[in-house]
């Protein structure tokens, strides 16, 4: 029996698996995003795109997460959760190249 991937919930944009598929990080991807929604809940708003630091030139992958209704504080707490499980999840080497931002509102 196979299990749906959670990237296979979300419309990833053709850079983004592109991307992850040359770095090898489709499947930290998925990690990343089973850790989001278990942090966030099931009906949080999650964004995934590329970007690129301008002063470095490193390209990375950005989950932005809609914390909409909630506090600043338990928005503060759901990322902390969701790091702490981040960084045990994954080896060091993949850890800055998928980030999570919250668009608190």
């Known amino acids: ?3 749906p991937s959670a990237t296979a919930a979300y419309s990833l944009p053709l850079a983004v698996l592109g ?3 040359r770095q090898g990080l489709m499947e930290p ?3 990343a995003l089973r850790l989001a ?3 966030f809940g099931p009906d949080s ?6 970007e690129l630091d301008p002063e470095t030139d490193h390209e990375y992958l950005v989950i932005d997460v809609a914390t909409t209704g909630m506090t600043v504080d ?3 707490a759901r990322k902390q959760q ?3 499980q ?6 060091p080497e993949v850890i800055g190249k998928i980030r999570l931002v919250m668009d608190i509102g």
């Open 82 to 84: 969701y790091t702490r």
């Open 1 to 3: 029996m196979q299990v």
């Open 19 to 21: 991307y992850g598929d």
């Open 29 to 31: 991807l998925q990690t």
């Open 45 to 50: 708003q999650l964004q995934v795109a590329m």
């Open 74 to 76: 338990e928005a503060v």
């Open 86 to 91: 981040w960084v045990q999840a994954v080896p």
């Open 37 to 39: 929604e278990s942090a």
